[in-house]
T-cell receptor, first 113, second 111 residues
């Protein structure tokens, strides 16, 4: 069974630029999550999708971050414009249903200079 | 608001030693608790998941316990090896369906 795929693995941008991350969850998993992990901290949930609907985006900085999950499969997370404090690893995870075990992708390491 | 704390933040031990990592949480109303491993530059690998009705789970040299009433979990690693060096994260699934993580314990096992 293929795991959660993410791309790119690394990205370096200047502040005020925009960036997008892509996630392909495990086949058949209805729930998809995006987490932000700042160096030295645990991951923090940014947004949770159930199929193509948003369940929880309470921690998403909506003035600069956006996410979508068209057709209930792949998802993209966008930052525009980026700030220095957005430097982090962005992790995507999926689960069969909400509340079930989550499986994580390798993450995208973003550096904003 | 659920808060998860892991102690210590970093730990260095010689190879072969048995060790315990600690995790505490403030709200005992959880569905489950999960221990993850994270290698540098990599994603999270699930090690053990304990349902709220369970007291412990074992996998190979790893044993995780859960005491919901006191808001504590421990991860016991027997006969540590250099390959065990990684960051270990504890996370609780709260009744809102959100996974809340601790900040992790960075483990270094010296040959």
């Amino acid at each position: 069974e293929a795991g959660v795929a993410q791309s790119p693995r690394y990205k370096i941008i200047e502040k005020r630029q925009s960036v997008a991350f892509w996630c392909n969850p495990i086949s058949g998993h209805a729930t998809l999550y995006w987490y932000q992990q700042i160096l030295g901290q645990g991951p923090k949930l940014l947004i949770q999708f159930q199929n193509n609907g948003v369940v929880d985006d309470s921690q998403l900085p909506k003035d600069r971050f956006s996410a979508e999950r068209l057709k209930g499969v792949d998802s993209t997370l966008k930052i525009q414009p980026a700030k220095l404090e957005d430097s982090a690893v962005y992790l995507c995870a999926s689960s069969q249903k909400a509340g079930y075990e989550q499986y994580f992708g390798p993450g995208t390491r973003l550096t904003v200079t | 608001k659920q808060e998860v704390t892991q102690i210590p933040a970093a730990l260095s031990v010689p190879e072969g030693e048995n060790l315990v990592l600690n995790c505490s949480f403030t709200d005992s109303a959880i569905y489950n608790l999960q221990w993850f491993r994270q290698d540098p530059g990599k994603g999270l690998t699930s090690l053990l998941l304990i349902q709220s009705s369970q007291r412990e789970q074992t996998s190979g040299r790893l044993n995780a316990s859960l005491d919901k009433s006191s808001g504590r979990s421990t991860l016991y690693i027997a006969a540590s090896q250099p390959g065990d060096s990684a960051t270990y994260l504890c996370a609780v699934l709260n009744q809102g369906g959100k996974l809340i993580f601790g900040q992790g314990t960075e483990l270094s096992v010296k040959p």
